[in-house]
């Protein structure tokens, strides 16, 4: 059949159609690059690396907008981030501002930046500052702030374009500012400083419209920067409770940070910031509780499932055996724990740890009483400290709790657990907190301190040129105080500590080291005796003086660091003790007492700052606490200052809470109550009832202090046989004025406590206070009394001595050895009737003790300036003597060499010998005295207040220093007439033998050295014209010679022409003309036996 043919191409076509529709497959055109198809999966806009470098200025910013969706941001790699940046730097001089601010706004949210990029594009934005306006500048500058790009000029261009119109700028540019200034630490100068001046002023307009959050944005960022900004806390102290309630727990840590920083307390303030927190709590544990009752639903108890009573239940139908659950087999008090994460997971975060830290650490540090709200964050800081916690999270909340007081093992050793993996991590000032957070809080965890000290070593070691390891002096006196705390023993790490603080001290503007630095330093290292630091640290003082206030706190520590260091830096000392003196009112008492306690051992002595420090303590005698007066009576008697009426009310207030102190506090008051020569009956009784607990030291004190108490009694004896008429009247003024005192400083009933102080006045206006109404001092006993006075009727035993004698063990130091060799010397030759009465084991201890021999020379201080003065010129004289003579315990200054069979002492006595501001001999001067003179001794006194008025010795004027050596010459002779004219001789039942301590050969040549300039300087005198002296001395011009000096110049032209032992007629001569001066003589007399003649002045 003929089928035309455009019928037949219709057909064909259909069928392919047909056949197309059922069997053909699409064709899909595949790029030649892959990840092009992918950039614009991800967002339309998004142009492929190799294509970017051939866009324009609006299709680049499309790309930015693009960026702008966190979800394109996460699936971009680096190098399209690098690709993008590097043609943005291409295209800067055709980008506008608003084109900068929607770079930065991008780029701050991107990471990995490449190196160069933000550099290029500050300098199209220096081309344009002035052009910017407030938003994009806000903008910039905080994209600076979070890409820690600190371009100050970049910065300081913007901010003079900000200024110009800064009234028109809104709060959230202002707050985007200061905020950023503060984050990149720009210093508040020029441009910067107006612009925070000018924004305190224009957000006190705004503060009642403004949101919680941003006031605390700028309280932050102000205080940072210690910008005045007092107006805004008081705002924030009036509406605390509104601002606290609506503001994020970030920005309640903020403004709580800020009122910490600027040291203003705010009640208001506190109470809602512990309020808000204590309510999450709450509903925190009401959550808690919620969660563990529907978890504990259906679930056996533990007692059930280890009975095994409910095994059958635990098992179903298919035989399988539930555990139980772990809920069942914890604590109650770790349930919190376990279940605080399921809690936040249904619930959500509420509460950062990082800003709980900081709400901690500003309320410590404003001394706010937030136990109860530590103790209470316990559970909850124990769960969220772990390993991906931050580090400052945990040096706050450990500083926090310490500072607090609150200590609690589990959470401190949670912290240390983090923080041992991140010790070398740790900057300098994190360190130091650390380290005293843990010592203070007595966490001593080996571990943690081992590492801090080992990385401590390194940083002061191989890494000490590096910056970043450089420590403040702040973070170094907390290391010190640290490692002093936990007694750490490694002395390397005080020399690395001491090295550090060397280094620190070089650097020209670092931070100052203020008074409490210096004090914390010196308290801490005393106990460590680093080479160089005493050096170091008084350089430190001396340097800092003028500019550095020391706190009372401070001074205390510092004096007494000195003490213990035996530092004597006069220039220190001298600043300390006027300090001292002119804030003694400002001192608490407890403080003022140790204060005290180190000068006195110090020997800084002020009369004015003792009185009005005695003044202070009287008014608060009986808020004194034990410690506080064992210290007292410790300086008093290191100063050696006797105030009677003082002691007598102190005597009260021991005598009233005798109960209250301790062995070592009983045996410092009782023996320094015996030195100052004051003494009570009951505290004699209370060393008996505590004789077994006392060392051999203290027993040694105790039984050397009573013989002090027998000493003074003797001696008060015989001041009342001599004067018993005004004994009488003193001691009836004596019991009113007891009375008196009883009732003002104790301020008790009788009835509670009664009792009155016994006893006598000497006439030196000493009271000698004793206790007990049963031994009362009659007059019969007085007029009737014996040499060896009875303490019994005062209430004192005798057999304290056995007891305490009774005591000692074998092993003794020399210290004590000679004490109980004195306590042997005076009772066997002084006090017979009580060593008769001694126990065997008592006399054993005291032969013992006297059978070892010690040259005193080499335990005891050298003479003195005086004592070798008075040697001198005794040898000027022709006196032959022996220095520092041993007789048993004792070194007498000076044994001259007499004819006759007789032992003579001549005893220097210094300042030491007298109580302050008194002719008063001590307790110590009068025992030596009583035992030189009970065996055979002859003993001469020099005092020194006479020796003083003789005149002193000087190389300036030649007058003065011949008047003076005259003076002294005569004095010395009447001493040895007095000791050669008596005629005692030593009893032979007292002749002890004694050695001689000689002086050194380099001492014997000083000696004939001076000898030879004294005599060169005699005959100068003698020799010169009238003419030439009269310009040595003006104001004694025309003063003719006196009778002592003729004498004087005879007495040394003797000496000088080697007749080293004068005639003993001239010197009875002498003697006689001393004592003859003052007499009306004629013109001229001649005493034919001296064959010379002298002529009275006219």
Known sequence: MYVPLRGLCASIARFLKADRREYAFRIVRIPKNPETNGYRRLHPDLIAPEDLRHTNRTQLLRVYEALGDSKVRVNVDNDYVESLLNHTVSLKLSLLPEDYALVFKIVRRLSKLPPGCIAELNEGIRRLSSNFNHKQIAIIIRSYATLSSRSITTITELLKNFNKNIDEAEVWHLRELVSALATLRIQPTGVVETLYKNTVSIIQKHLKSMHADDIGVFLNSFSRQRINHDEILHFVDIHARRLIHEASYRNVALITNAFARAEKYSPQLMKAVTDRLHKEMHSFLSRQSEYESSILVNQPSVKDIRDGSTTANLVDASGDCEAPSLVEWISPAEKATVSIGHLEASSGPSLNIIDVAMIFNALTKLENNCETLLNTYIPWLNHHVNTDTPTLSLVLIAHSYSHSGVRNSGLFNRVAHVIIRRVNSLNCQQLGLIALSFARTGQNIPVLFLRIADEIIYRGTVALKFKRYHFDFQSLEHLMQAFSRIGFKDQRLYSVLTTLMRHRLRIPDGDELHGDMIA???ASMTHHKVDGFVPLITDAIVRSKDSTAYSTPALCKVVSAFSRLNVRHSKILDFMLKETKDRVNEFQIPVLVNTLKSLAKLRCYNLTLLRESLKRCSLHLAHLSTHDIANLLSALNDYSFRNVSFLQKLILCIKYRMAEFNRNQLHIVFTRLAMLRTSDADLTQRLMEKQHEFNEVQLADIATGYLYVLVHFDYLQRAIKTHPPSQDMEFGRYQQTSEKMAESVIDRSTAVYSSTIEGSRSSDNYINSQAGDDHRCNEGMISSHCPKFNLIPYGFNDN???AM??????KLDVATIFKVQTIHFYLEHVRTDIYKRLSKKALDVLRKCSSVNFPLAEYMITSSSVHRELSHFLNLMGVLHRNEVQFGPYLIDIVPETSSNKRVAIEYDGPTHFYAETIMRTAKSILKHEILENTGWQVIHVPYQEWAQLGELSNCFLKPFLVSSKQKIIYLNNIRTQYE??????????????????????LDRKRRHLRRINEEILQQHMAMPAEELDGCDEI????????????????????????????????????????DIDAEESEQDVTPECGFTYKKPE
């Open 520 to 522: 914390s330093m010196l």
């Open 800 to 802: 304290i001595l056995d």
């Open 805 to 810: 004698l009774s005591h000692l063990g074998t």
């Open 981 to 1002: 004219g008596s005629h005692t001789t030593a009893s032979p039942q007292s002749v002890l033998g004694f050695q001689k301590r000689t002086y050194s050969s380099a």
């Open 1036 to 1075: 004694r011009e025309g003063n003719p010679p006196s009778t002592t000096d003729n004498i004087v110049d005879e007495i040394c032209n003797k000496l000088m022409k080697g007749d080293g032992n004068p005639d003993k007629r001239v010197d009875l001569y002498v003697v006689g003309a001393i004592r």
